[in-house]
């Protein structure tokens, strides 16, 4: 195999890498408080042949000594997209959006089959009933929303509305005119990158990972960071047109690290019957 087809092979493999981004931020684009993610690419280390062992003879050269070839490119990284998406009321009460960028939930999760914290920008919160005539509020996919300390909002059974607050306070009307409120937990994400994707999209803290460099815990005097509204949700911040538009450019590159492949298979072909 030669030099080309070693640079194409490299090279499609994170092509294949970028398309399946950019398929992932399609098939969210509905996806209520989803980021998308933009993908990048780099160079691989290049390689130098010192065709010239006398350097002697290249006198008055203006170029490098030696042929630099290039190995291939690689996906740098796929940064998360914190911009705002666009907000779609529905008056629903237990709906709620956050109206600023990288603030998002506390959720309690199941992450490779332990229970951890994570966070979630989609506010279609949702009531399930524990027993007991006790409540349990949680998100679209049924994970327990945490309140600042991290405990799990759960409330009675007999509600006859709710409110959030734009600084992230629910608050429970019972039937009886008794009246209970929870702090929400809120994050402020400082460093979005460093977050992985733990699927139902939720963004979870890597092993290891220090979390005071990553968020922070808009508790006490830091609530009055928060800024939420009630009754509406947060679009995708996918833009469709944009996607399909980049899409289509890195289809194009794939056919064409294809098409390499195809002629240096031809060329090596007609050596070998040369050599025949």
């Known amino acids: ?48 042949i010192n065709n010239q062992p006398d350097p002697s003879k290249e006198t008055g050269r203006k170029t490098p000594y030696g042929i630099r070839t290039g190995t291939g490119a690689k996906l740098a990284q796929a940064v998360l997209s914190p911009s705002q998406g666009a907000l779609e009321n529905t008056g629903r009460a237990l709906d709620m959006a956050f109206t600023k960028e990288n603030q998002y939930l506390k959720v309690l999760a199941g992450v490779n089959g332990r229970n951890e914290t994570a966070f ?23 994970n327990p929303v945490l309140d600042e300390n991290n405990r799990i909002i759960t409330f009675q059974g007999r509600v006859a509305d709710y409110a959030i607050r734009p600084n992230g306070i629910l608050q429970v009307a019972y039937s009886d005119g008794t009246r209970e409120s ?35 815990d808009l508790k006490g005097a830091n609530r009055s960071q928060i800024s939420m ?48």
């Open 1 to 48: 195999m030669n030099q080309s087809m070693l640079t194409a092979t490299n090279t499609l493999r994170q092509l294949q890498d970028k398309i399946d981004t950019i398929s992932h931020n399609v098939a969210n684009v509905d996806t209520n408080g989803y980021k998308s993610k933009q993908a990048s690419f780099t160079d691989l280390l290049a390689q130098q």
């Open 120 to 142: 979630t920008r989609n506010g279609a919160l949702e009531v399930s009933p524990l027993g007991n005539n006790r409540s349990m509020l949680t998100d679209a996919n049924g």
């Open 182 to 216: 929870f702090n929400l937990g809120v994050v402020q994400i400082r460093n979005p990158q460093v977050l992985e994707q733990a699927g139902n999209n939720l963004l979870r803290l890597p092993q290891n990972a220090n979390a005071a460099n990553v968020y922070t």
């Open 229 to 276: 509204q009630q009754g509406a949700l947060e679009k995708s911040n996918v833009d469709l047109s944009a996607e399909i538009t980049e899409l289509t450019k890195t289809e194009r590159l794939y056919q064409f690290q294809s098409r390499t492949i195809t002629l240096s298979d031809q060329m090596m072909g007609l050596v070998n019957n040369i050599r025949s």
